[in-house]
C-alpha cells in the first residue's frame, strides 16, 4: 500500500480551472466546465474524452461528479470572477 508522502501532490489549479473555464465545443458550449451535466461527461467516458489539456480537465470532472466529490468546487466558485 502507497502510503500519502509517497503520492505526487495534488495541483488544486485544476479544481479552479473546472470553475472558470468554458466548455470550447459542442453541446454545451460556452458553459462552465463544471456546470457540464453528468450524462454528458459519462458519454465521453464512453467514446473517449478529447485529446489534450480540455480532455484532462473533462476526465477530472467526471470523476469528482461519479464519486459526489462536486462539494470541492463550490468554495472555489465564490471566490472566481
Known amino acids: 500500500m502507497e502510503h ?13 480551472e473546472l470553475v472558470t473555464t468554458r466548455m470550447p465545443f459542442g453541446k454545451y458550449q ?7 451535466p453528468e450524462p454528458y461527461l459519462a458519454w ?3 467514446k473517449g474524452f478529447p485529446p489534450g489539456h480540455i480532455g484532462r480537465l473533462l476526465a477530472v470532472l467526471y470523476e ?3 464519486n459526489g466529490l462536486e462539494y470541492l468546487l463550490k468554495p ?3 471566490n472566481t470572477p
Request: with cysteine; aromatic share 6%.
Open 76 to 78: 472555489l466558485r465564490k
Open 4 to 16: 500519502p508522502e509517497n503520492t505526487a501532490p495534488f495541483d488544486n489549479g485544476v479544481l479552479i
Open 64 to 66: 469528482i461528479k461519479l
Open 44 to 46: 465521453f467516458q464512453r
Open 30 to 36: 460556452g458553459r462552465t466546465l463544471c456546470d457540464l
